[in-house]
């Protein structure tokens, strides 16, 4: 019977650092191929347009690549995303078909000079291409069913708030106006029963029985109770869009309100909304 001594085992260690792949790459792998074989990265590319001085070796396409990534991720900050993704920055950004990722300070800069018709493009372009792929038979399972069997597909529209907190600051004639960071997202208003003192709000749209996301809107800027009303508009509108890819009839369409949608005038103005939506030809 052999012992452990007869397979003498050799170890060899080094100083050299080497990074490990992190544990989200292969997500951002397996869409990325998907998004290029939908041909999303190209329309991205030719649709979606926003021209500013000063805009570098950079497109769209490459802001897109690491906000895809980002939330991919699931990092808790934008800082601890690119220490994790810059040793394999150059293999990122190849799976995008592109090859140099933006710094954190150029990709700021992006964002703070986007207007919304690059973002409603974005927006329409992925509303497009989640109806231009109509579930299969098989695959359009759950609803809601009443008494005559009578199918209802449900959407979720909610409005989502975040708030943040402010540290207390001196306030004297001596000194100047305090500047806040978050004083271009977040304003005072409604929190909930989230800690803070100014908030930033956004509404979604999720089908709920296949739970695809629909669109996520948040006004100009979603600071404070942001645009409940606009941003209702926009969401039945998507839902009309979806529902008519599927061939389900609009009055099949079945909304869930809550949060800030919960009052009789919201519900007023979206009785009207689907009423126009039902109608083009009485639209003014």
Request: with cysteine.
């Amino acid at each position: 019977m052999s012992s452990i001594t007869d397979f003498p085992v050799s170890i060899q260690t080094s100083s050299e650092s080497v990074p490990s792949l992190p544990c989200w790459f292969g997500e951002v792998t397996l869409i990325s191929h998907v998004l290029k074989r939908q041909n999303v990265l190209s329309s991205i590319e030719e649709r979606v347009r926003f021209a500013r001085r000063r805009f570098g070796h950079y497109e769209v396409i490459d802001f897109v690549a690491v906000l895809v990534g980002y939330a991919i991720s699931g990092e808790r900050t934008l800082e601890t995303f690119y220490e994790r993704l810059q040793p394999f920055a150059k293999a990122f950004m190849a799976l995008f078909g592109r090859d140099r990722l933006p710094a954190r300070s150029t990709l700021s800069r992006f964002l703070a000079a986007l207007d919304q018709p690059p973002v409603e493009a974005l927006r329409a372009l992925f509303l497009e291409d989640l109806v231009a792929r109509p579930l299969e038979k098989e695959e359009q399972g759950g609803g809601l069913w009443e008494r005559r069997r009578t199918r209802y597909v449900v959407f979720d529209i909610d409005g989502t708030r975040q708030a943040a907190r402010q540290r207390a600051l001196p306030c004297t004639s001596e000194l100047p106006a305090a500047a806040r960071r978050l004083q271009e997202v977040c304003a005072p208003g409604y929190t909930g029963r989230k800690r803070g003192e100014v908030v930033r709000t956004r509404t979604t749209i999720l089908q709920a029985h296949t739970h695809q996301w629909l669109g996520t809107f948040s006004g100009t800027s979603g600071a404070g109770n942001g645009e409940d009303l606009g941003e209702l508009r926009q969401a039945v509108k998507a839902i009309s869009a979806y529902v008519k890819a599927q061939s389900v009839p609009l009055s099949q369409a079945l909304a869930r309100l809550d949060g800030q949608y919960g009052n009789g005038a919201i519900v007023a103005d979206l009785v009207n909304v689907k009423r126009k939506v039902s109608h083009p030809l009485q639209q003014n």
